[in-house]
C-alpha cells in the first residue's frame, strides 16, 4: 500500500518558537497532500490542502499566516506552525493521494504530536 | 446538524458477534465515502472505500444509502484486534478531495 511518512513524530518546544514538520509520500507522487489536526477526543479537521507548486487552499478559520505550507515536489510537502502558542498543541497529520490512482483514497502519516509549553 | 455525524459509543461486543455501524452526513455533493480505523494515538488507516454498490472485503462489509446520506459497517466474526475507534469520512464535495469526518464510534471487543 501507498506508503506516507511524517517527521518529527514528536515535537516539545517553548512558546513563541516555530515548528516545521514534513510530510513525504514514499512509494508515490502525490499532486495533492491534505493537512488535518486533531485536538483529544475531537475529529480530524482539515486544515489545508496542498497542491504542488502552487499556494495552500485553507479552511475556514485556519490562519494561513501562521501555518505556513509548502508543496515543493510531487513526495514532499512541509507545515511551519509559525509563532507556536499553547492552544496550538495537537496531534498533526498529513495524508497524500496518488496521483495515479483514480480513487480519491488518502493515506495518512504517523503523525506530529505538538506540545508547546 | 453537524456534516458527518456517528454514535461515539463505545459499543461493547463479544467475540465472534457481529456489529453495525452507521454514519450520516449532510453534504450531498459529497462524492466519496471512506471508513478509516484509528487506534489510541495512532493515525487513521484506510479500511475500505464506499460505493453505491455496496463493497466487501473478508469480514468487513461497507454500504452506501445516497438517498437517505448515510454509510454504514457491518464487522462479522468479530475479533479482539477490531477492538478500536472506526472513523466515518466524507470528502467535501464540489471538486474539493479533503475529508470532513466523524468523531468516531469506539469499538471494544471482549473475550
Known amino acids: 500500500g501507498a506508503v506516507v511518512s511524517q517527521h518529527p513524530s514528536r515535537v516539545i518546544c517553548k512558546s513563541g518558537t516555530s515548528v516545521k514538520i514534513e510530510c513525504r509520500s514514499l512509494?508515490?507522487?502525490?499532486?495533492?497532500m491534505f493537512w488535518y489536526r486533531q485536538f483529544p477526543k475531537q475529529s480530524l479537521m482539515l486544515m489545508a490542502t496542498?497542491?504542488?507548486?502552487?499556494?495552500?487552499?485553507?479552511e475556514q478559520g485556519v490562519e494561513k499566516d501562521k501555518f505556513l505550507i509548502n508543496h515543493a515536489s510531487l513526495t514532499l510537502s512541509t507545515l511551519t506552525v509559525t509563532s507556536a502558542h499553547p492552544e496550538d498543541s495537537s496531534f498533526y497529520i498529513c495524508?497524500?493521494?496518488?496521483?495515479?490512482?483514480?480513487?480519491?483514497?488518502?493515506?495518512f502519516g504517523p503523525g506530529t504530536r505538538l506540545t508547546v509549553l | 446538524r453537524k456534516e458527518v455525524e456517528q454514535d461515539p459509543g463505545p459499543f461493547n461486543v463479544p467475540e465472534g458477534a457481529t456489529v453495525a455501524f452507521n454514519c450520516t452526513y449532510s453534504n450531498s455533493a459529497s462524492q466519496s465515502f471512506f471508513w478509516y480505523r484509528q487506534d489510541c494515538r495512532k493515525e487513521p488507516k484506510l479500511l475500505m472505500s464506499v460505493y453505491s454498490s455496496g463493497n466487501e472485503d473478508g469480514r468487513f462489509t461497507a454500504q452506501l444509502n445516497r438517498a437517505s446520506q448515510y454509510i454504514s459497517l457491518l464487522i462479522r466474526d468479530s475479533k479482539l484486534s477490531d477492538s478500536a475507534t472506526y472513523l466515518c469520512a466524507v470528502n467535501k464535495g464540489g471538486g474539493a478531495d479533503g475529508l470532513t469526518f466523524g468523531k468516531g464510534t469506539h469499538l471494544i471487543i471482549q473475550p
Open positions: 512509494d508515490f507522487q502525490a499532486t495533492t
Open positions: 496542498s497542491n504542488e507548486g502552487s499556494k495552500a487552499t485553507y
Open positions: 495524508s497524500a493521494r496518488d496521483r495515479t490512482s483514480g480513487v480519491n483514497e488518502q493515506f
